[in-house]
């Protein structure tokens, strides 16, 4: 039964179709991260003291910004900006540059180094990187013991570049070696036979501007371009 549990998101990512099962399943944790953040869960301490620390990134203040809830968002803000401010003031205060050789390049300093902090930090990020880690262990668990997974593989169109690394690297960390080549004997050709039909299908899209080709049928090539944003970039656009 708990297994069940953990392997129904995975299920249902295969099931979604598109570019890349995992970059369904990233897009259902961003949404219900998105909506967490937004319902009672701003008011509780230790979520808004973690939020207050690491801010979010550009894309998810965009996410929570398009959603209803202004004041929740106005709240953590507003307490993100207060914990900013006091430690700026702090770190400017005590700021003192040493003495460097001229022309030799300063190892970083405390401000700098605090506000890259704060850009690359994200509670939204983080919270689905968390359960995504989970879902790829799982995957590997169903790999190696539930063969229905290997035909959800074979099925599918592939994955998004970034997803495709993360399976070539974290296989061989979690898979035995005859697992492994198995699984490569499987996952290679498929990602490249999946590239190739995208690559014939934007060549399509971009042939269809030809007037010669102007009432050719679409074929697949229609929705090519979101396609391949989410192959190449893990994203999907609006068509
Ligand atoms: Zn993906
Ligand atoms: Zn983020």
Sequence with gaps: MKEKIYTIPVNEGFEAGGECPFC??????????????????????????ETNR???????????????????????MHT??????????????DYKPDKKPLFKKAEGNPISDYINNISNSCYVCNKISATLERYI?????????????RES????????????SLLVAEGQNKLSAGDYKE??????????ENLKRL??????????????????????????????????ASEFVEE
């Design 24 to 49: 369904n399943m990233y897009k259902g944790l961003e949404k219900d991260a998105v909506d967490y953040m937004l319902g009672p869960s701003y008011m509780e301490d230790d979520i808004r003291m």
């Design 54 to 76: 690491l801010g979010f990134c550009p894309k998810h203040y965009k996410h929570l910004y398009i959603q209803q809830n202004r004041l929740g968002v106005g709240l953590m």
């Design 80 to 93: 993100h900006l207060q914990n900013i401010n006091n430690n700026l003031e702090k770190l400017c205060r």
């Design 137 to 149: 262990d799982t995957f590997f668990y169903m790999w190696k013991n539930m063969p229905e997974i």
């Design 153 to 164: 593989v074979k099925n599918c169109r592939g994955f998004c570049l970034d997803h495709f």
């Design 183 to 192: 699984f490569l004997d499987i996952l290679l050709p498929l990602e490249q």
């Design 199 to 232: 690559e014939g299908e934007v060549e399509w899209f971009t042939d269809k501007f030809d007037y010669r080709n102007k009432d050719k049928d679409w074929g697949t090539s229609k929705d090519a371009l979101p396609r391949a944003i989410t192959k190449l």
